[in-house]
């Protein structure tokens, strides 16, 4: 027998692929720089460019081809409601710099509910938002390489479990490697705007000349014109998911935390407006614009078509530019989430809503398990969609603006509460952010319902109970722990050591039997009667005066036996506790496993619904 460390572990594969760990006293090492923390928590908001404007003008033409001169005033709609939202959010983060997160503003000024409602609101974007954006990615690239359209959802999943590694070996780490794509994606619109707005100008914006679907321009016009460019206003408010973020983050960012995460802001918000209306406006330029559905295979992004134009074409370095950035910062975009999502988890886990696994750090100071959950709801969206763009969009944004209505809300109360100097300017503020993000909340329903929306609006009181069923579990449980009374002691207890034959492994487990003086005994389960007569004759060899109780097993089973006797012996005596010793062999080979058979797990498994048993490994090495 030897304690040799095996040379292959799943230990150094978990250091090798996701990073060696981090002790706590470090964790002030992992806080994040304005310039780091941009990529990290605005990827999101800031690749919403690469789509607002094409959700605008995909419902735009379903009402003809003039209403697509529409599209600057609704993206400059939306663009003042990003200055009051990203406004709000920046009065939150002062007055949360713990983290001012929805759930949070929204539980302890609304109450319980409202901060559950948002909780599950938020979760439920989170999970859209990584979806959605490596679907636009996954577009993007499309776009480019129309042959890997029937790849869609192989090439979606994929770039998700790539992003949860990154996440998973730690936020510093994955903010520094998403930081080169986001910039590089900024620099690009920016550069894209500038050639784009110096061929335009002094030339007039020329009549819309959409390219689309047979059918698909103008189906809708029959119907009011004021709901199509409200629809189309609820679809590019695609635009403000991730603004929250930064709120929901301020500790991951370093001291003074508050300042920092108030400059990401900024930044975040300046970038979006700049982009968003410089995208909106080149686009108003060009001669034609092809608005095929994401399911069509002569699918293009606006985003690109706006590059070919700026650039002179689609085949030079700044169209591919463009597209290569753009599909790294939507599939990156994802990153926002993974660092909220398990964040928010964690939050919600800990007052006890969520099975507190999700609360828990792993080694790389991240909430693994919450990073795991989101990937997996992700894939399994974006498999039952089809890596769709088109079908998944409707579905965006219900969430956040439920979020976003009650933590404005939730800031009214918490201004009017404490009374601050300057209160009624900071509720004003959050009040009027509050009336716009409700009136934006049913202008989506309204207009997005049929087309998916009501699926969240499901989803929501259902997740919201599923909140209220966890935390009554695990009040129930603290009630039946509560110490009312000292438990009664127990009267006996007695030590079954399984042996399947006698040998040095058995003999060491039977020492540790024979421990603290309790009443031991041996237990042979029969599966081979040939056998019997050399295991009785070695037991008594070595165990001396210990018993060996021998137990027919008629259909070759070796659990059933064992838990026959454990149910006869408390029967006697049900304030009886019983000892299950299993040895058990350790291999320092992973493929020597495979010859052994994991007794020990099976009984733990079935004893587990027996009061007073323990099952006990003893193992012994093998070299």
């Known amino acids: 027998m030897s304690s040799t460390v095996p040379r292959f572990s799943l230990a150094r594969l978990k250091k090798a692929f996701f990073g060696a760990p981090i002790p706590t006293n470090l964790a002030h090492n992992e806080r994040l720089s304005p310039l780091i923390g941009l990529p990290v928590f605005s990827s999101d908001a800031l690749s919403s460019v690469a789509y607002a404007t094409e959700a605008i003008l995909g419902i735009l033409v379903l009402a003809g081809a003039s209403a697509l001169g529409l599209q600057l005033w609704v993206t400059a709609a939306i663009c003042g409601l990003i200055v009051v939202i990203a406004i709000s959010y920046n009065q939150t983060i002062h007055a949360y710099p713990s983290g001012g ?94 050639f784009g707005f110096l061929k335009t100008w002094g030339h007039p914006i020329p009549p819309p000349n959409p390219i689309t679907a047979p059918g698909e321009m103008g189906k809708e016009a029959a119907l009011p014109f004021l709901f199509v460019i409200l629809r189309s206003f609820a679809a590019g408010c695609t635009a403000l998911t991730g603004i929250e973020a930064v709120s929901n983050g301020v500790q991951a960012f370093r001291p003074p935390e508050s300042k920092n995460a108030s400059i990401t802001l900024r930044w975040m918000a300046t970038l979006l407006l700049l982009m968003f209306l410089g995208t909106g406006f080149i686009s108003m330029h060009l001669p034609h614009i092809e608005l095929y559905p994401t399911s069509d295979s002569r699918y293009t992004t606006v985003l690109s078509q706006v590059a070919s134009f700026a650039f002179g074409g689609s085949a030079n370095f700044g169209f591919y530019f463009i597209q290569f950035s753009t599909a790294a910062i939507l599939i990156l975009a994802a990153n926002t989430a993974f660092a909220d999502f398990p964040r928010l988890a964690s939050l919600i886990a800990r007052d006890g809503y969520l099975p507190r696994p999700l609360a828990r750090q792993g080694d790389r100071l991240v909430f693994h398990n919450g990073i795991l959950v989101l990937a997996v709801a992700a ?36 201004w009017y509460r404490l009374r601050t100097q300057g209160w009624q300017t ?82 060491s487990a039977l020492e540790y039997a024979k421990m603290e003086g309790a009443e031991c005994v041996g237990m042979h389960v029969v ?97």
């Open 379 to 414: 894939s399994l969206l974006v498999w039952h969609f089809n890596g769709e763009l088109d079908s998944l969009l409707p579905l965006y944004a219900v969430g956040v603006f439920t979020a976003f209505t009650l933590s404005q809300a939730g800031m009214v109360k918490h």
């Open 426 to 507: 900071s509720a004003g503020i959050n009040g009027f952010g509050a009336f716009l993000s409700l009136a934006v909340l049913l202008v989506i329903l309204g207009t997005k319902f049929l087309e998916g929306a009501w699926i969240v609006a499901v989803l929501i009181p259902v997740i919201y109970f599923s909140f209220k069923g966890i935390r009554g579990r695990y009040d129930s449980i603290s009630k039946q722990l509560e110490i009312a009374t000292i438990p009664k002691p127990f009267s006996t207890h007695v030590r079954l050591l399984m042996v399947p034959r006698v040998h040095m492994g058995i003999l």
């Open 527 to 623: 599966i081979n009667d040939k056998r019997l007569p050399e295991v009785q004759r070695q037991w008594e060899q070595y165990a001396g005066n210990i018993p060996l109780v021998v137990l027919r097993s008629p259909f070759r089973s070796l659990i059933q036996p064992v838990l026959d006797y454990v149910d006869s012996l408390h029967e006697k005596d049900p304030d009886c506790v019983i000892s299950v010793i299993v040895p058990e062999a350790v291999s320092t080979r992973w493929w020597h496993k495979l010859l052994q058979e994991n007794v020990a797990s099976q009984l733990k498994n079935a004893l587990g619904s027996r009061k007073n048993v323990v099952v006990t490994n003893v193992r012994y090495f093998l070299e």
């Open 101 to 194: 997160g929805s759930y949070i503003v929204a539980s302890e000024n609304l109450g319980e509910r409202a901060g559950l409602v948002a909780g599950a609101a938020l979760l439920i974007d989170y999970v859209l938002t990584v979806s959605v954006s490596v679907a636009a990615g996954v577009a993007a690239l499309v776009s480019a390489f129309p042959t890997l359209h029937p790849y869609l959802s192989l090439m979606s999943i994929g770039f998700i479990g790539l992003v949860a590694w990154a996440n998973l070996r730690g936020v510093k780490e994955s903010g520094v490697v998403f930081a080169i794509p986001t910039y590089a994606f900024i620099f690009g619109v920016l550069t894209t705007i500038i």
